[in-house]
């Protein structure tokens, strides 16, 4: 079983509906990242959190840390929105460096 | 600014030739991360570097990869004898990552396309 479990793995919605992606983990963990990987590889941080909830634009994180879940909305999703969302978490423990990422979601928004 | 680059882009290897992979990371950040990512999956961790200190090379997948940063900021990545396992984007990231850096975001580069034939 992965340590980092999204959910789900491919997701297709119509311009304008409300988006959700949900990350599940099995380790004690610092911080969660959220991160949004276009096409040809480039990663962007999209949030770093460790409680509570943020929220940036049209996109909001949640993190239960006593259920080990996160998720991450969109709002009035656009065809831009599309791209693969991968959460990663930062585990106890282990290196500061080593993140430990699930399989990502692929989100396409059709117009 | 400049974010973190990588080079080259796109890397076409024979089986058994030795490739090397250069990672830039934003000017001033201390920590340098490296990931493996196989088509389809997320990126796996691989090495990481805290300054010139290669401080965690638990993901290094075999005795074939290599990695260094010798001045703390420039760090190359280097795989010798590829093999078609090899075959993956790899991921260069880069955080501010003073003393404590559970809390400091890092920053991705685009990445290197390796194509092991």
């Known amino acids: 079983k992965n340590e980092v479990e999204q959910s789900p793995q491919n997701l297709t919605a119509q311009e304008g509906e409300f988006i959700t992606i949900n990350c599940s983990y099995s380790?004690?963990?610092?911080?969660l990242h959220w991160l949004q990987q276009h096409p040809g590889g480039g990663i962007v941080s999209l949030f770093m959190?460790?409680?509570g909830k943020k929220k940036h634009g049209r996109l909001i994180a949640t993190i239960n840390i006593q259920e080990k879940h996160s998720s991450l909305h969109i709002t009035a999703s656009h065809p831009r929105d599309s791209a693969v969302y991968i959460c990663?978490?930062?585990?106890?423990?282990?290196?500061?460096?080593?993140?430990?990422f699930g399989k990502g979601t692929k989100l396409s928004v059709k117009p | 600014g400049a974010g973190v680059s990588q080079s080259p882009r796109y890397k076409v290897a024979k089986r058994g030739q030795d490739v090397a992979l250069r990672c830039d990371p934003i000017?001033?950040?201390?920590?340098l991360f490296w990931y493996q990512q196989a088509l389809g999956q997320g990126p796996e961790f691989l090495t990481y570097?805290?300054?010139?200190?290669?401080?965690?090379k638990s993901g290094l997948p075999s005795d074939r990869f290599f990695a260094e940063r010798p001045e703390g900021s420039v760090s190359t990545l280097k795989i010798q004898r590829t093999q078609q396992e090899d075959s993956a984007v790899y991921l260069c990231?880069?955080?501010?990552?003073?003393?404590?850096?559970?809390?400091?975001?890092?920053?991705f580069g685009p990445g290197t396309r390796l194509t092991v034939t």
């Open positions: 380790v004690g963990i610092s911080a």
């Open positions: 000017s001033g950040h201390v920590s």
């Open positions: 990663a978490v930062l585990a106890y423990g282990g290196s500061q460096g080593n993140l430990i």
């Open positions: 570097f805290q300054n010139e200190a290669q401080l965690d």
């Open positions: 959190l460790s409680s």
């Open positions: 990231a880069s955080s501010l990552g003073l003393r404590d850096i559970l809390y400091y975001e890092q920053y």
